[in-house]
Nanobody
Framework: QVQVVESGGGLVEPGGSLRLSCTLS????????LGWYRQAPGKQRELVAS?????MIEYADSVKGRFTISGDTDNLYLQMNNLKLEDTAVYYC???????????WGQGTQVTVSS
């Protein structure tokens, strides 16, 4: 099992920026798929961005050009620029085991974009 802890959410005006951070610990593999999901009120949880070290980075169409996922051995980050009202959601950091597709979730951090 992987322990996942997010931080960095908050309130920001439209057009502003936030950086989310995530600390990962426990039973880790280099092949794990690391990601950020979000869930807005009344909507399904969606994948925002994912990263597998040395292989692939992917983004949801809604955040391409505005969000950047990055990380190192024990940390994952999501730089969010030009935030929009529709980016308001609880953001979750995740670690997914490639062999089983099992996902470990963080507790979530609230991001609110409001004027």
């Amino acid at each position: 099992q992987v322990q996942v802890v997010e931080s960095g959410g908050g309130l920001v005006e439209p057009g502003g920026s936030l950086r989310l951070s995530c600390t990962l610990s426990g039973n880790r593999f280099n092949s794990d798929i690391l990601g950020w999901y979000r869930q807005a009120p009344g909507k399904q949880r969606e994948l925002v961005a994912s990263l597998t070290f040395g292989t692939m980075i992917e983004y949801a169409d809604s955040v391409k050009g505005r969000f950047t996922i990055s990380g190192d051995t024990d940390n994952l980050y999501l730089q969010m620029n030009n935030l929009k009202l529709e980016d308001t959601a609880v953001y979750y950091c995740t670690s997914q085991r490639r062999s089983t597709m099992y996902i470990d979730w963080g507790q979530g951090t609230q991001v609110t974009v409001s004027s």
